[in-house]
């Protein structure tokens, strides 16, 4: 099984209301530690992301937080991460997650998640990197899309090798075990750089 040093996990700049959502986030934080892996994310103090970098900070873990210079000014930055670096841009922000991660992992979100996802999935269909992406599947809260990207095979839109590229899981350990395993696989498309 491969040992990731960094994941990345893009999720809501909301709290939301659903009580297992935020248990599910605190417990992916919480395992990030117990494994020795580091967090990378979007630098946000807000919503499941400053959740997520709260519970891996107070537990003695490592967190780098990427955040464009504007929208830590306009102060939903961290102040106390390992980490922080400030970048010019969302795009700029986006490629330096992607480079200092081993994994990608989308915790519930909107559009910022949803785009940050897609990206990934994107790049590694393009070859443009090799490194496993997985949804927390927490309650179906990522079940339309699936099914989405099922109906886009069936219509012969997508091919099903790049559709299999996405992981589900419905808990954070099945989760991070799963892109383990998956970065381990002989298929030379995740034969890591
Ligand atoms: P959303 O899912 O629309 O709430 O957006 C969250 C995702 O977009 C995160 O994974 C971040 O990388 C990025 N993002 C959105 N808002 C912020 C913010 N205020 N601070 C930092 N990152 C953000």
């Known amino acids: 099984m491969q040992e990731f040093r960094r994941v990345c996990v893009f999720c809501a700049s909301s709290p939301g209301t659903d009580p297992e959502i935020t248990a599910a986030t605190v417990e992916l934080g919480k395992l990030l530690v117990e494994r020795d892996i580091e967090l990378v994310y979007g630098g946000g103090a807000v919503g ?47 490629a330096l997650m992607y480079e200092l991660s081993d994994a990608f992992i989308a915790l519930p979100g909107g559009f910022g998640t949803l785009d940050e996802l897609a990206e990934t999935l994107t790049w590694n269909q393009l070859g443009i990197m090799a490194k496993p992406v997985g949804v927390l599947n927490i309650n179906g809260f990522w079940q339309p899309l699936l099914d989405q990207f099922d109906t886009m095979v069936k219509r012969t839109i997508l091919k099903p090798s790049n559709r299999q590229t996405l992981l589900a899981e419905q808990c954070p350990a099945a989760l991070l075990d799963a892109l383990a395993n998956h970065s381990n696989s002989n298929d030379p498309k995740w034969i890591r750089t």
């Open 48 to 94: 499941l992301m400053g959740l997520i970098a709260d519970t891996v900070m107070s537990r003695g873990g490592r967190v780098t937080g990427i955040i464009p210079t504007d929208l830590f000014d306009d102060e939903v930055g961290h102040e106390s991460l390992t980490a922080l670096e400030k970048v010019d841009s969302m795009h700029t922000r986006k």
